[in-house]
């Protein structure tokens, strides 16, 4: 489903801490290598599918 | 095993931690509790529920009509629930709602709250369960 309007003011920042606190586990998933990379990429985009990212 | 034991050590777990913490610092903790409940409940997550008494979780299942909750939680709950079930499929409606009672700066910290509290619950039913 795409939406071409933004449904709350897209100029809205989410709360400093919150938000760096989410691009920091963001950033130590990334790093973490348990996982092999095909599965890794497998789950991304299908992570990206089901929240409709188009990262 | 639990999350807390396959990820121990790691920046991970750590990063983990404190965006879990950050996420009741930044919108209304007692919403986002209620919130985190009704998602146990739908995702039988026992050790979330076990800290709510037969009455709390009488009244959370019933939700829509239970006069303990009034619009703002059931703004709150109905688009939990829609989130849990399906991210895309939230309405312009039940954004609206939301909105509504949070503002703009509300809906945004709200819903990102959220997605930390799901995401900390569905990553350790997943080392519960599967692992």
């Known amino acids: ?55 | 095993m639990g999350l807390d034991a396959c990820l121990a050590g790691t920046d991970t777990l750590t990063a983990l931690d404190d965006a879990y913490d950050a996420a009741w610092g930044a919108t209304d903790a007692d919403l986002l509790r209620i919130c985190r409940d009704r998602m146990a409940m739908l995702r039988r997550d026992g050790a979330t529920l076990a800290a709510l008494s037969d009455v709390e979780l009488d009244e959370l299942r019933r939700w829509p009509t239970s006069e303990r909750y009034g619009p703002v939680e059931r703004a709150a709950l109905d688009f939990t629930e829609q989130y849990l079930i399906d991210v895309a499929s939230v309405s312009d409606d039940q954004v609206a709602a939301l909105r509504a009672h949070l503002g703009d700066q509300g809906v945004v910290d709200f819903v990102n709250a959220l997605l930390v509290v799901e995401q900390r619950m569905s990553l350790e039913l997943f080392f519960e369960r599967v692992l």
Do not use: I, K, Q, Y
């Not at chain 1, 092999?36 to 299908?46: C, F, H, I, Q, S």
């Open chain 1, 1 to 55: 489903m795409a939406f071409e309007r933004a449904r709350v003011d897209p100029t809205v920042r989410v709360d400093r801490a919150l938000g760096r606190a989410l691009s920091d586990f963001a950033a130590a998933a990334v790093r973490n290598d348990a996982v092999d990379p095909v599965t890794t990429e497998l789950v991304r985009l299908r992570c990206a599918t089901h929240h409709d990212c188009h990262t």
